[in-house]
């Protein structure tokens, strides 16, 4: 039944939407009539102008808040009003944290900290050092936002400036959350939210919110939505439109979770209501929500004509987590409508952007490496020159004594040598212990590149798989297609046959694209999504043969991640060992083993037939198997004393 109060709800959230801006619209027109009064004080014109810059256009349009900013930096140096130019340097920095020109906004904001220094406004210096060690987080120098995000709380704490000690505690709650010590991240959310309560800030709250809403992970707490609509509301507040329309899609996308759909479409509507203004680049993320809302509701359809035409935009303009999501949900839509070129098409996008995003990751951390090693190791040469320059002064003072305390100083000088070599020692120890880390650093570094190299080879004999599985059964398709075009003409009666080697063909080749689809996909590489895949997969072969069977899968404990090239070759042997039983072994019983757990895997499939049939032990089966076997490290055999047993043990690295 279509939605009636559609187009109502859409007309209620415009003109809520054209309220707010006209309210925002008279507030602006308020701050530029107290900038151009000149009979008021110059320190107060340009705290109107500074308040026109934050509201109207800081978040919204950082490059036109530029424009603005420079004519706030000329007027301010032109009166003479330091602390104000302080301002404008600072809200310049801010704008290049936001279009992600760090070195530009490091540059900037080291001016406004002297220009603050130079006037002794200390909370000036506290807030330019917050938003410093923002810029240098997202460079990636943990080490140096934590020691500017420190300074800045010492400040605030000194001046009592609660704004800024919020900001501080919400900065360092992302540092523990870049850690994954989620706990103490959310504790420091929580202290900024009750600051910026205290005080009545609504910016500050939003942030707060934002953070404490993100990091709720149960899709049934209702805290998230409690959260994300308090900040919603104070980024409307402030004027913020873009986290705004970015809040309401959080909400969203937790009352998709939740399974209330309605209540999930209301916010996207009204999402895509707010960053409309603000360009069509800016829907890219509610429309995202909206397709996975549709995923839920198995609209596929509608998946694929919302998400296609923003492909071009979400090659370009999207973030990578967006454009991830976006060709992840086009492939399951495919997927579920039949397509299944387009689906492996969309699937190989997504596995491009999440290999980009993953590359990324690892840059960031590999660079938050090297500057903490740069960090430690000047920490170290530091120690190492003062305590040099001791022993030094102690020297000098020992020849400036006299002849007959000569024994006291001697006694002195013996006690600082054995101070030196002691803290030597301990310097010598925790450089060692620094070599040590940084070792097993690289160790890990090479274990990743190892791991990465495999998955390389799995695509390239996933692709091998593809040519030869899927182009010989759509080669036989096309050979049966031509051989029934000419049966129509002269042997009517052998279509049917005919058609059913085609429809057999056909399934083999949509069995072959499902083993490769889920081979290739990332959610599937489990010991749990394993044990799944077997036990499905024997009972439709076993059900399909008319032989008496059983099927025991079983993963016992917590799910395991599974690298995709082990869990492929357990699957092809087991696969393999199915197919010989099901065909040669003339048997009257067939049972299928598969248990799973962390730390072990074993596989048997087992029949009570003729034993190895001569085509077989000729063929290459066997010998793939065992292969495959020695490939993972496992321990494989094959007895054929009554019927067949062919078993696989794997132990598990822990």
């Known amino acids: 039944m279509p939605d009636t109060n559609h187009p109502m709800r859409i007309l209620l959230f415009l003109l809520t ?12 027109d308020s701050l530029r009539a107290v900038y151009h009064d000149t009979q008021r004080a110059d320190t107060i014109r340009m705290q109107a102008f500074r308040k026109l810059i934050w509201t109207g256009y800081l978040f919204r349009d950082p490059d036109s808040a530029r424009s603005l900013i420079d004519s706030m930096y000329r007027t301010a140096m032109r009166w003479d009003l330091k602390a104000s130019a302080g301002d404008a340097c600072s809200m310049r920095g801010i704008t290049f944290i936001i279009t992600n020109d760090q070195e530009s906004a490091i540059k900037d904001l080291r001016r406004a900290e002297a220009l603050f220094q130079e006037v002794g406004d200390a909370k000036g210096v506290s807030a330019v050092q917050n938003n410093l060690g923002n810029a240098y987080w997202k460079m990636g120098d943990l080490s140096r936002a934590i020691e500017l995000y420190t300074l800045s709380l010492h400040y605030a704490e000194k001046q009592n400036d609660s704004s800024s000690m919020a900001s501080g505690e919400i900065n360092v709650g992302l540092i523990y959350k870049d850690l994954r010590d989620t706990a103490r991240a959310q504790e420091h959310w929580e202290r900024a939210l009750r600051i910026s309560e205290r005080i009545n800030d609504p910016n500050g709250i939003a942030l707060a919110c934002t953070n404490l809403g993100t990091s709720v992970r149960d899709p049934n707490d209702t805290a998230a939505i409690v959260f994300h609509r308090r900040a919603a509301e104070g980024f409307r507040e402030v004027g913020n439109t873009m986290y705004q329309g970015t809040s309401l899609c959080n909400i969203a996308q937790e009352y998709t979770r939740a399974g209330r759909y309605g209540d999930a479409q209301r916010m996207i509507d009204s ?15 509610p429309k995202v929500a909206q397709m996975e809302l549709y995923l839920k509701e198995k609209k596929f359809d509608k998946i694929i004509s919302t998400g296609e035409p923003l492909r071009a935009m979400a090659d370009t303009a999207a973030t990578l987590k967006d454009a991830m999501d976006l060709y992840n949900m086009l492939s399951d839509a495919h997927y579920g409508v039949g397509s299944m070129a387009l689906a492996f098409d969309r699937l190989r996008r997504f596995h491009q952007f999440r290999d980009s995003l993953l590359s990324q990751e690892n840059r960031s951390g590999l660079r938050r490496n090297e500057y903490r090693y740069a960090y430690e190791r000047q920490a170290f040469a530091d120690s190492v020159a003062h305590a040099a320059e001791a022993v030094e002064t102690s020297l000098r003072t020992e020849q400036q004594l006299t002849t007959e305390r000569g024994r006291r100083n001697l006694a002195l000088s013996l006690g600082g040598l054995l101070a030196f070599v002691v803290v030597g020692v301990w310097q010598r120890g925790r450089l060692l212990r620094r070599t040590n880390t940084a070792i097993l650093d690289a160790q890990t570094k090479l274990v990743e590149s190892e791991r990465a190299r495999e998955a390389a080879e799995v695509r390239t004999r996933i692709a091998r798989d593809v040519h030869d599985q899927l182009g010989s059964d759509l080669t036989k398709l096309a050979l049966l297609s031509s051989e029934a075009k000419a049966m129509a003409g002269e042997d009517p009666g052998a279509l049917p046959g005919l058609a059913d080697d085609i429809e057999r063909v056909a399934g083999e080749a949509n069995r072959s694209l499902g083993d490769i689809v889920w081979a290739i996909d ?4 489990s010991l749990a999504g394993l044990t799944e895949r077997v036990r499905a997969h024997s009972e439709r072969m076993l059900k399909w043969s008319h ?42 019983q067939i049972r299928v083993v598969l248990h799973t757990s962390p730390k072990h895997v074993h596989m048997e499939v087992k029949d009570d037939g003729i034993g190895l049939d001569k085509r077989i032990a000729d063929g ?35």
Request: aromatic share 6%; charged share 25%; with cysteine.
């Open 620 to 654: 290459h089966g066997l010998e793939n198997m065992r292969q495959r076997a020695e490939r993972i490290g496992a321990r494989f055999a094959i007895n054929t004393d009554k019927g067949t047993d062919v078993s696989l043990d794997l132990v598990l690295a822990s």
């Open 547 to 588: 032989i008496p069977y059983t099927v025991d899968c079983v993963h016992d404990g917590p799910d395991h991640t599974l690298d995709p090239a082990t869990k492929r070759d357990i699957y092809l042997i087991l696969r393999e060992a199915l197919n010989n039983a099901i065909k040669y072994s003339k048997a009257r």
């Open 522 to 525: 990332p959610h599937h590489d």
């Open 17 to 28: 939407f054209l309220c707010g801006t006209a309210g925002m619209a008279g507030k602006l």
């Open 271 to 285: 999402a895509i209501v707010v960053l409309r203004p603000m360009g069509d680049e800016f829907l890219i993320r």
